[in-house]
Nanobody
Framework: EVHVTESGGGSVQAGGSLRLSCVASGDSYTRDSMAWFRQAPGKEREGVAHIGVDGTTTYANSLKGRFTIYKDNRKNTLYLQMNDLKPEDTATYYC??????????????????WGQGTQVTVSS
C-alpha cells in the first residue's frame, strides 16, 4: 500500500507560481505511476499531469507549457511546478498513485491511492 501526502498549496496572484510536493511512502513509489489531479468546487476531478515509473510524462492539453511534473526518487517525492497561474487554476490539488497496469493516465478511476489534497487559490 502507498500513502501519499501533499503540501505546498497556497494563495497567489495571477501570473504567480507555486510548487506542490507529494511525499509517498514505501519503495513502491518507484514502481507506481503517479499523477496530479485537481477539483474545483462544483466540478469533476480532472487529471493534470502523470509521470510513469520510467519518467515519461503526460499533461492535460490545456496545461501544457505552464505545469511541470517531476519526481525525486531519492526523496520519494513527486512535484508539480505551476507557473503563470490563472484564476481558473483555483482548485484542490490531489496527488495519486496507481498500481501497475495503468491504461488511462489522467483518469481518476485508474488510481488506487490518494492524498488528502492541498488548496490552490489564484486571485485576479
Amino acid at each position: 500500500e502507498v500513502h501519499v501526502t501533499e503540501s505546498g498549496g497556497g494563495s497567489v496572484q495571477a501570473g504567480g507560481s507555486l510548487r506542490l510536493s507529494c511525499v509517498a511512502s514505501g519503495d513502491s513509489y518507484t514502481r507506481d505511476s503517479m499523477a496530479w489531479f485537481r477539483q474545483a468546487p462544483g466540478k469533476e476531478r480532472e487529471g493534470v499531469a502523470h509521470i510513469g515509473v520510467d519518467g515519461t510524462t503526460t499533461y492535460a492539453n490545456s496545461l501544457k507549457g505552464r505545469f511541470t511534473i517531476y519526481k525525486d526518487n531519492r526523496k520519494n517525492t513527486l512535484y508539480l511546478q505551476m507557473n503563470d497561474l490563472k484564476p481558473e487554476d483555483t482548485a484542490t490539488y490531489y496527488c495519486a498513485a496507481a498500481l501497475p497496469g495503468l491504461v488511462f493516465k489522467l483518469s481518476p478511476t485508474e488510481y488506487n491511492y490518494w492524498g488528502q489534497g492541498t488548496q490552490v487559490t489564484v486571485s485576479s
